[in-house]
């Protein structure tokens, strides 16, 4: 009797933590000093998917976008320097993000308005997610970035993945195509002068 009581209870574990593993990695994690030094490198912007409306415009305007994180682990900080290639024009800016370790988000106030983005961890090591406003259906959008300027197929399926585990559709993610990329990367900028 109490084995057929065990396996009944065994039966009803997986309807009481029913998320699917699959949607781990749309959870965000505390920052830790670690986390700030993998960040230290050149990211490229692969694929996003955007609900609020200024996010999605800004994104399809996006032709190709590549940024460096200098991170600052003792004043919990981030330089971001972004290359972004916006209808054929390089638009290069730096601004400074805040780390709030631990709800694992990255934080920068534009125009005085804050805004959130929450890092998330992937199965690969060499890309991430930035997800926002992640319990706001009419808002939420996700963004991955990889160490290279084309996403892997693996990459790619693990991102959509997750769109569908934060309820987005994967018609509604937008990609961007590094040929048309028109910002120079700090290597062949040096190159140049090398030439000259």
Request: charged share 25%; proline share 5%; hydrophobic share 40%.
């Amino acid at each position: 009797m109490a084995l057929h009581w065990a396996l009944e209870a065994l039966c009803l574990l997986p309807l009481l933590n029913p998320k699917d593993p699959a949607c781990a990695n749309v959870t965000a994690m505390p920052i830790t000093s670690a986390t700030l030094d993998w960040l230290n490198r050149r990211w490229f912007y692969a694929a996003g998917a955007f609900r609020k409306p200024e996010y999605k415009q800004e994104v399809q305007a996006l032709q190709a976008d590549f940024f460096e994180f200098n991170t600052h682990p003792r004043e919990d900080t981030v330089t971001l320097q972004e290359h972004m290639t916006v209808h054929d024009h390089c638009i290069q800016n730096s601004t400074l993000l805040t780390v709030q370790r631990n709800n694992g988000t990255l934080a920068r106030t534009v125009k005085n308005e804050l805004h959130l983005a929450h890092l998330l961890l992937l199965r690969d090591p060499h890309s991430f997610m930035l997800g926002f406003y992640l319990n706001d259906e009419q808002n939420v959008g996700l963004a991955l970035h990889t160490d290279k300027p084309e996403a892997t197929p693996e990459q790619l399926d693990e991102f959509r993945e997750a769109i569908k585990c934060v309820g987005l559709s994967t018609s509604e993610i937008l990609y961007v195509d590094w040929k048309k990329n028109k910002c120079e990367l700090p290597e062949q900028q040096e190159t140049k002068g090398k030439e000259t």
